[in-house]
């Protein structure tokens, strides 16, 4: 089992940057692929930004070159940083973990809200 608890989101104007956190706990982390996903009111849940098995890194088109992931594996954590924010990037952001090809978890996920 693998617990998964995101901080880091608020409320930021326009053109800011935060920097969300995913601590995990329960599992080795070094052997999970981490993510982080965001759903906006009214719409589907969507990949933001991702750890690959091989460890290399996928962004979301809408994000490139604003968003940067990377992952403390001395403090089980993997972070997203979000810089030159804009409205639409106003969402609910979930931080996943994967475990193999069968074990998909999931943490309660953090409100980002960017203002104009």
């Known amino acids: 089992q693998v617990q998964l608890a995101e901080s880091g989101g608020g409320l930021v104007q326009a053109g800011g940057s935060l920097r969300l956190s995913c601590a995990t706990s329960g599992s080795l982390f070094s052997a999970l692929v981490m993510g982080w996903y965001r759903q906006a009111p009214g719409k589907q849940r969507e990949l933001v930004a991702r750890f690959t098995s091989g460890g290399r890194t996928n962004y979301a088109d809408s994000v490139k070159g604003r968003f940067t992931i990377s992952r403390d594996n001395a403090k089980n954590t993997v972070y997203l940083q979000m810089n030159s924010l804009k409205p639409e990037d106003t969402a609910v952001y979930y931080c996943?973990?994967?475990?193999?090809?069968?074990?998909?978890?999931w943490g309660q996920g953090t409100q980002v809200t960017v203002s104009t």
């Open positions: 996943n973990a994967l475990m193999g090809s069968t074990h998909v978890y």
